[in-house]
DNA sequence: TGTGTATAGTACATATATAAACTAGATTTG
DNA sequence: CAAATCTAGTTTATATATGTACTATACACA
């Protein structure tokens, strides 16, 4: 007989909760990126246009960073895919000639409200385990959690 | 996926559950890396470090990937540093000419030993917002959204 | 036994993210 | 005003992750 090595699986049964918040986490962000698959849009993706969208006119770099809540230079590269999307579009800040500033395509509006969609009902059907009451419940621990950083 | 976008800065209170599920995974993540930055680890290093050295002997990269629960190529990279860290050591499975096997060394047990201590402080740091009743209820209801995949 | 198929790991392309170095332009200040 | 300094965005290097293609080996079966 030949020897198959079985598959150990991941045991979540032996993680502690910190394991289970960041794997609880990854689940949902891999069934919205699956979801979003439909739209040719990814998860990052779909948020950068999110607040190019409520900015409703041009936003700078910089303030979409902040928005993200990550570094410039990975709105950069962000940008960069976005653009060959023909989502948005780069110009330059007639104010301020360092400045670039990113504006949705009428092309990237109609893909966000797409994409929005999706998500949201990718979202409700994930959550649909729960009832109204244990949502809240869920809800305030985790807001515990992101709102009581031990240093930051 | 990273997702760092999942942040929504500014107004995590306009969040639904599946975006607050998605930054309290982050908020975890980045806690645990920040505090293993001090023994030159990262969370995916000391994940399969931890699974090498529950294994107690050399694994095969295929089991490694279904433990940490990513493809291959993944695997290969990440083993790739470990290697080149000089954490783990890579050796032909003389059962199978076409599989490797990975194994720690000597010097990546000692530093899973320090990396598994941080992050359990870092861990129980995190978690001591929580009463143990508040834990266990927390962790009953992400073990039913990891265990509870709707369909796809 | 030889050929077709399946599997293991790697290589390659790409997406996402961080951090540091760099460039161009703006601001401060002596 | 000119020199020093700061800031905006990009570039580059690296880590992490996915998916596909490729190579070598193992297995199946006619």
């Given at each position: 007989?030949?020897?198959?090595?079985?598959?150990?699986?991941?045991?979540?049964?032996?993680?502690?909760?910190?394991?289970?918040?960041?794997?609880?986490?990854?689940?949902?962000?891999?069934?919205?990126?699956?979801?979003?698959?439909?739209?040719?849009l990814?998860?990052?993706?779909?948020?950068?246009?999110?607040?190019?969208?409520?900015?409703?006119?041009?936003?700078r770099?910089?303030?979409?960073?902040?928005?993200?809540?990550?570094?410039?230079?990975?709105?950069?590269?962000?940008?960069?895919?976005?653009?060959?999307?023909?989502?948005?579009?780069?110009?330059?800040?007639?104010?301020?000639?360092?400045?670039?500033?990113?504006?949705?395509?009428?092309?990237?509006?109609?893909?966000?409200?797409?994409?929005?969609?999706?998500?949201?009902?990718?979202?409700?059907?994930?959550?649909?385990?729960?009832?109204?009451?244990?949502?809240?419940?869920?809800?305030?621990?985790?807001?515990?959690?992101?709102?009581?950083?031990?240093?930051?």
């Open positions: 007989m030949y020897y198959t090595h079985m598959n150990e699986m991941r045991r979540p049964e032996a993680m502690r909760l910190g394991g289970l918040i960041m794997m609880a986490g990854k689940t949902v962000v891999a069934q919205l990126h699956e979801a979003l698959d439909e739209v040719n990814s998860g990052p993706k779909l948020f950068a246009l999110r607040y190019l969208d409520q900015a409703e006119k041009a936003m770099i910089t303030d979409l960073a902040g928005c993200i809540g990550s570094g410039k230079s990975n709105v950069t590269q962000l940008v960069d895919r976005l653009e060959s999307d023909g989502f948005v579009q780069r110009a330059r800040d007639p104010d301020d000639r360092r400045g670039v500033t990113v504006e949705l395509t009428r092309r990237g509006r109609r893909h966000y409200q797409d994409g929005k969609k999706i998500v949201e009902q990718a979202e409700e059907e994930i959550m649909s385990i729960f009832t109204s009451v244990e949502r809240a419940q869920l809800e305030a621990y985790l807001r515990r959690l992101i709102d009581d950083p031990p240093e930051n």
